[in-house]
């Protein structure tokens, strides 16, 4: 079994309703999570995610975002770069 961090992250660092659950690979490959505020804008404006459709409504928190699927090594290590700043954002903890 795996022995996960202690969820301690702000209501935005999760996908709801879930309380443990920041972030899931889709089939096509896109990362949907949540992301830092700090993170949101850069991220949309340099074409490396989108909102999340459902992050329009006003319920929902901004942070969710879908992350495009890396194309190459680069691309991938930004990919993990985002991924870890989500997780450290829902855990508190530096991976």
Same mark, same amino acid.
């Given at each position: ?28 490959? &896109?990362?949907?999570?949540?992301? @830092?505020?700090?993170? *949101? ?5 340099? +074409?490396? /995610? #989108?909102?999340?459709?459902? &992050?329009?409504?006003?319920?929902? @928190?901004?942070?969710? *975002? ?5 194309? +190459?090594? /680069? #691309? ?20």
């Amino acid at each position: 079994m795996i022995d996960l961090p202690t969820r301690t992250g702000p209501r935005e660092a999760f996908l709801h309703p879930s309380t443990d659950e920041f972030g899931h690979v889709h089939r096509a490959g &896109s990362l949907h999570l949540t992301v @830092p505020k700090s993170l *949101v804008e850069p991220l949309h404006n340099t +074409d490396w /995610a #989108e909102p999340h459709p459902i &992050s329009r409504r006003p319920e929902w @928190p901004q942070t969710i *975002v879908m992350l495009h699927s890396p194309r +190459d090594e /680069a #691309e991938l290590a930004v990919a993990t770069d985002v991924l870890r700043a989500s997780w450290q954002q829902a855990t508190s903890e530096e991976v």
